[in-house]
């Protein structure tokens, strides 16, 4: 009698541990957990990424920056030079010989992109 009661708790308990197991990996494989878990992986990889590309960047900034000193250097040019700047030039992007540009104002053009479809 004893030991049908033990093999009795025994697969009951087995079976409730299976219908759990299944019960867990059936709710992770439901779209919205699928897509939260891409969605979390997609961030984690994003972020190392940009903790590479800015390291990167900064090892450059800094390698461009002692480079330009021992070329300065070999050079003989002052690294800090007057600070004092000349003016920008300012170049007019396109020549209007024009004295009253004259605009289209009653255009029979829309500008709706939603009116073709």
């Keep these: ?3 049908r009661t033990f093999w009795f708790t025994t697969g009951v308990a087995a079976g409730v541990w299976a219908t ?3 019960n867990r990996k059936l709710r992770q ?3 919205q957990s699928l897509a939260a878990t891409a969605a979390n992986k997609a961030l984690e990889t ?3 990424l940009k903790d590479r590309a ?3 960047a900064l090892d450059v900034r800094d390698n461009m920056a002692q480079r330009e000193a021992e070329l ?3 050079l003989g040019i ?3 030079p007057d600070p004092e700047l000349p003016a920008p030039r300012r170049y007019t992007a396109i020549e209007n010989n024009r004295s009253d540009p004259k605009y289209i104002e009653n255009t029979t053009y ?5 009116e073709d479809h």
């Design 1 to 3: 009698m004893f030991r």
């Design 20 to 22: 759990t197991k299944v």
């Design 29 to 31: 494989l439901t779209p």
């Design 46 to 48: 994003g972020q190392r």
């Design 54 to 56: 800015v390291g990167f």
């Design 72 to 74: 300065g250097q070999a």
């Design 78 to 80: 002052d690294a800090n």
């Design 110 to 114: 829309s500008y709706n992109r939603n």
